[in-house]
């Protein structure tokens, strides 16, 4: 029988097919094929696109290689947001692979952070996990950790090495057992083309009657549009890590097997389209 | 208590144990063999292998095992010959036992098996119930029978004489085949086989009760097993009141065994002058529909199983009333249990092939408490693979199943089974028609609920063949006996495949039930051909080797000895540190049946599916390389009890996907009976020193952390070898994690240790600029060959050095050499280099009234050998060259000692320490001597990239270019070492 370390393994071994192409506007001295990759849905592009620049750069001429950003049908790739996440989002609906457009000029300085190392996503991993952690156990667990743990969390994700993740990712999963989960579950709802990049709110996993909230419980309180009255039609999709989990599903559970690896449950609103 | 083992036995037949102090299974050393069923006590272990033989695994002892074997001479006075072997017509033979009733000549002994060799050869014992004879060894009597005397007396007429030969047992920690019996009724092929009674008698000793069930129902008894005969003699067979599946003994006099109807049967009337018992008894199945299958006994247990898989516990069972009172019933579906010696109890889960042990068993209650699945992990699965699936090794951390309540396992719902239904529909289309019948049967599901209006004919077979494959598993179609109750084939094929392959989910499992099936319906007669289908399913087993879990079939705990409080590392995912109190997650069983769960990783697989399967040719964006080195080695333990330590390590590398690749360095040590680990990022490595002159070949890895507090991690190899081997693999990996490769810069730091050894260390370029310089113990120093005294270098990369032979050497650029040769090094510019170095090392004395100077001193004295300060022990034979040095001159006495020597060489002082003079005054109480011995490094493999240039010519005097600072030394240099040393601006081949 499938237990819940095979759920942690399916996603964080999610994959998405990607097809990266060079914008038409880069100036090339020959034709530059379109690159595919599987990436890694847990993963963040700049850490899996190495292969993808260094095809694109063959081709181009050094001066004209700026840094990289990532667009999918006119919308800057936010690098700082999982993959996963990000395809979610964007591109649910779409046929696979994902037609990823690669830029090298022309930086959308007021719609992407810069990112020239890899530090940067590091150091954005690490200050996820520190504010998951805060929520999660009044910041008590990633305080304890030495710095080698943290080191194997972000090597974990960079290699693609789940059980050294896990190994140290584990104990963040932990509570106290009378208390029955965590202090506030780390959580973000997004929505497509939204100016407001993301709700986050304090939620309890258990309600003050000492029931176990769900996620439909999380919905109503955070964007109530989700959660359809009986008898009317669904209008969103909710969306995490490519499923749609059943309003049922306890949010403490949730937190812990279906986070990002940077701990943060990364829920997409995706509005159905009308017929 | 020491620590004994858990024996058990996969579905593919591999043999393993697991210790009561550790927490990983361990494979047979023999793996030689498969097997099917296990009987083990604590000397040793009883199997039947996949070709029904019986084998005997016996634990080697440090007492090795010999068997005594005698024979007596006899002779018989007559006047005309004195003493001959003429005996009379009615007496006894000439050569015979000591009864004089059996015919035993010397040469008709013969080795019992091929596991025994004659140790000696025949000689006499010259002794007579302790008393040594006369030569020759005969004992005297008026006639035989009758008292024998070592004296001869005037009416002595007969005498004789003792023969002894030992032979010694020669097949301990293997696997050594029973031999086959030639006389008798022969056992046909094994089915069963049990040990136990161990505690009925103490003659002789390590007396043992083999028993063993033949596929036709058979009961034998192996006899005169005991520590000097370990396999015994022969087997005889024990007339039993039906035909027997399943036999098992306990430790003491309990005796039962299963009948195929399903009743038990319970020997009575075994005793310590009986050890066969006389008698059976019946005891009725607890409920007639579902008789038993499996049974074991301990000292004052006796659990079983019924044919719906049931667990039941007997109550009241004792040596007084071995028939019990009467059963209970566990809540749990399980394929077999099995006794330990002290009634612990073990079972193998019936879904998940996991091996539970029963909790809190108790004298005070038998039955114990709860089910504990032993998480224990297969000790090569801790050697992490190439890609990710089971590189849980890698950070030393596992962490396995919760425990689940028994009562939470069984629990299987309509969906379940109905989706398991589908699976295996689409990959048996063959038994679709069967699986149709069964679907209405949810009984034979593992649901077990019994309410379910059913064909109660059908399903009893069905629950028959079941068993049989449940408790026999991949042997099943291997027996006539196993294929009888099968009246329908294809409708006794749905329960086993449904119950194997479904919950498993495994692909290679349902092949094998899959070929099983196929044997038993395509041909009957071939059913009936033991060794044909026997073995049948081994050949397959090449294609599931990497199973993620062992899935186990068989299982003994008699020679494991825990208690009820016995802490074992069973249970507990193993970690480095210690757990915290928390738990990790809402207690799975609970979760796991519900809606919302099986729906999420039904939409995980299909998004698996959706995004993956048409995309199997794209490149992964992260690839997975792992390389991994592993080895033994001790490990100077840096805490209490300060000594060496026996430590597993293992060097992980892996390529980021930048290319660049990284290391991790685990040490793994017990510690307590606590697994433990330490590790070392490459990167963290500032330097490894090997440490030559000590009795072991160690050396040492320093990361700053470990330089500051003055701890470097300290190991030791069992070879030079293999140490060079290791620090040679070690610096790769910290050049790979920094991005060092080739020939050092030209703005390389280079240093030489006391030692003589070269390391040359790669500056950054924020170096000098940095706020904060980094300390020379926070670089890395990578080691270069080669020995030298001093060493300079300048900015242009030009390197000169000097030999304790006071011979200058130059750089020339190549790299590698010494330990790295082969690994990684280049073939230019490498050549040898020599040097000769003296190590000295002091012989110190105190004198006293009694003896005067002698190596006697006082309990707060000096070494009586030792260094020139007298801190450090120097003895002769522990002091060594340096690595890959070798000694040119043997000890001798150095009388040119700084001081002045008397004739033996010997120094005087009044006390240690003092200052030495070379004669002997009143008031001189301690004297020492120096001992001299040359070492020369020339060796085969010394190449090196020093090449001596005493002919350069001197082209200039004065700094070196771009380094000022030099100049000073290289005219110290001059000075101290009576050599020109120049430099040249013609930039030295290759090198720019």
Known sequence: ?275 | MPSSLLWAVDVHGRVYSLSTAGQYWELCKDESLQFKRLAAVKQCCWGIACDHQIYVYVHSSEVPIHYQEETYENQRWNPVDGFSDRLLPSDRWQWSDVTGLIHQPLNEFELASPQWEWESDWYVDENIGGEPTEKGGWTYAIDFPATYTKDKRWNSCVRRRRWIRYRRYNACDMWAKIPLQETGPLPDPFNDIAVGGWEITDEPLGHLSVWAVTVQGKVFYRENINDQNPEGSLWTEIQTPGEVVQITCGPGDLLCAVLWEGQLIVRDGINRDNPKGSSWKIVEPPNSENGLVQVSVGVNVLWTITRDRRVWFRRGVCSENPVGTGWICMNIEMVMVNVGLNDQVWGIGYEDRNIYFRHGVTPTEYSGKAWKIIVASREHDRASRTGSATSLASAGCFFGDEVRLPSQVSISSEVDFSSEMDKLAKKTENILETIGERASCPHASGGGDGDVASSPDIEKKCADVANVFETIPLMGASSEKWVQPVAEPPVSQAPYLTDQGGPLQDGAELIIAHSISNTMNSDPAETSSVSSVGTYPFGIEEHYVSDERPLWAWLSGGGCEVEAHTQLNWFTAQSGQPFSQLSFSMPISCTQQTVWRKQIIHQLTERSKRELEDFKHYEQAVEQSVWIKKGAMQWWRDGKPYKWIDVRVALEQFTGNDGKRDGIFFIYYTFNDEKKYLHVFSNEITILVPIANETKHSFAIYTPERTKQRWPIRLATTTEQEMYDWLAVLSLACCDSRDLHGPPSNQALWSVTCKGDIFVSEPTPNLEAAQHPLPSDQLYWRQIGGHLCIIESNSQGIVWGIGYDHTAWVYTGGYGGGFFQGLASSTDNIYTQTDVMCVYIYENQRWNPVTGYSSRGLPTDRYMWSDASGLQECTKAHTKPPSQWTWVSDWYIDFNAPGGTDREGWQYAADFPASYHGYKTIKDFVRRRRWARVYHGCTLVQINHLHQCLSVAIIRFGPLPGMEQLSTVVLSLHKILQVIVGTTFHPLPNRS
């Open chain 1, 1 to 275: 029988m499938t237990d819940d370390r095979d759920v942690l393994r399916d996603v964080w071994f999610g994959r998405i097919p990607t097809c990266f192409t060079l914008s038409q506007d880069e100036i090339t001295e020959r034709e530059a094929e379109p690159y595919y990759l599987l990436l890694p849905r847990v993963s963040y592009l700049m850490l899996v696109t190495d292969k993808a620049k260094k095809h694109f750069q063959k081709v181009m001429r050094q001066e004209d290689v700026g840094e990289m950003w990532f667009e999918y049908e006119g919308v800057p790739l936010k690098w700082h947001y999982p993959i996963g996440l990000l395809f979610d989002l964007h591109a649910s609906s779409t046929a696979l692979p994902w037609n990823i457009i690669v830029h090298f000029k022309n930086f959308p300085e007021s719609e992407l952070l810069h990112c020239l190392t890899k530090d940067a996503v590091e150091a954005h991993f690490m200050s996820c996990i520190k504010e998951a952690d805060a929520l999660k156990h009044k910041s008590q667990v990633i305080n304890e950790m030495q710095k080698k743990d943290h080191k194997q969390l972000w090597m974990g994700l960079q290699n693609d090495k789940f059980d050294q993740f896990w190994a140290i990712n584990r104990k963040l999963m932990e509570y106290p057992t009378e208390e029955g989960g965590f202090r506030y579950i780390p959580f973000r709802i997004y929505q497509p083309l939204n100016e407001r990049p993301f709700i986050q709110k304090l939620f309890r996993p258990i309600s003050s009657e000492g029931h176990p909230h769900n996620l439909g419980d999380l919905l109503k309180e955070m964007f109530p549009a989700a959660v359809p009255p009986e008898d009317m039609e669904k209008q969103y999709q909710v969306v995490i890590h490519g499923i749609e989990p059943m309003l049922e599903t306890p949010v403490q559970w949730l937190s812990e097997h279906l986070s990002y690896p940077d701990n943060f449950l990364h829920i997409s609103i995706i509005p159905l389209p009308r017929d």
